[in-house]
C-alpha cells in the first residue's frame, strides 16, 4: 500500500504550497489548513471551500487557494479511498457522487399514445405481465415456444382427428365454405395475422397524417 501511495503522488503534476503569502516552491507543504474545514464530493471529485476571499483578490492568492483547493482534495483521495496497484497501474475505487448534476439535454418530449393506449386508459384496461417466449407444454412435459415453428399457436393442425365445433360447422355451411378440417386453424391464425397487418397500416398512415398536420401549422 504504501508503495502505491508513493507512486500515485510521484505522478500527481501538484506543487504544494503551504500559505498563500508563499511563492517560494521551496516551501510548499502538503498540509492544507483552513479556518472552515472543506467539504467533499469524492464521486465527482468535488471539493467546497466555504472560506471567505479578500475584496480586490490578486491573481496570486486565486491561484494558491485553486491550489490548496485541489491539494486537499488529493489528500482526501488518498486517506479514504482504497487503491490498489496491478500490472496496469495504480487505481484508485472512488465512491458514489453525492452531489446531483443537471442533465446535459432536456427530457425528452413525451410519446403521443396509440390508439389502443387511449382506449385501454377510458375502459380501465391494464397491461398484460409480459411473458417469455416458451411455454411448458404439459402433455409432453417440454417447454415450446408460443409463436413459430413448432409453436403452441399451431396447436391442433396436425392431429389426425379434430373434434368438430357444429355452430362453426353451420355458418361454415352458411357460407358455402367446404373447406378441409385440419387447414382450419391455419387459416384462422393467418386471417388474424392479415387484420393486425391491417390496423398496423392504419395506425402508420393516422400518424403520419398527424405528424404532416403538426408540420404544416
Not at 120 to 132: F, H, L, R, S, V
Not at 159 to 164: F, K
Request: with cysteine.
Amino acid at each position: 500500500m504504501a508503495q502505491a501511495l508513493d507512486a500515485l503522488e510521484a505522478s500527481l503534476p501538484i506543487a504544494p504550497t503551504a500559505h498563500h503569502g508563499d511563492t517560494d516552491p521551496s516551501k510548499s507543504s502538503v498540509t492544507v489548513t483552513k479556518p472552515i474545514p472543506y467539504t467533499f464530493d469524492l464521486g465527482n471529485l468535488l471539493v467546497n471551500d466555504p472560506n471567505p476571499l479578500p475584496p480586490h483578490p490578486s491573481d496570486a492568492h486565486l491561484a494558491a487557494t485553486a491550489r490548496d483547493c485541489a491539494q486537499a482534495l488529493i489528500n482526501q483521495l488518498l486517506t479514504t479511498c482504497p487503491i490498489t496497484s496491478s500490472v496496469d497501474g495504480v487505481h484508485m475505487t472512488l465512491p458514489a457522487p453525492t452531489t446531483p448534476l443537471p442533465r446535459e439535454k432536456p427530457l425528452p418530449a413525451a410519446k403521443e399514445k396509440t390508439k389502443w393506449e387511449k382506449f385501454a386508459e377510458k375502459k380501465g384496461i391494464k397491461d398484460k405481465k409480459k411473458e417469455g417466449k416458451m411455454v411448458f407444454d404439459e402433455e409432453t412435459q417440454e417447454w415450446v415456444p408460443k409463436w413459430g415453428y413448432k409453436g403452441r399457436n399451431k396447436e391442433g393442425e396436425q392431429d389426425w382427428i379434430v373434434e368438430i365445433d357444429e355452430r362453426k360447422e353451420k355458418k361454415k355451411e352458411g357460407k358455402g365454405d367446404d373447406g378441409g378440417i385440419g387447414g382450419e386453424g391455419r387459416r384462422e391464425r393467418k386471417e388474424k395475422v392479415r387484420r393486425n397487418e391491417r390496423k398496423q397500416r392504419a395506425n402508420e398512415r393516422r400518424g403520419r397524417k398527424k405528424e404532416d398536420g403538426a408540420v404544416g401549422m
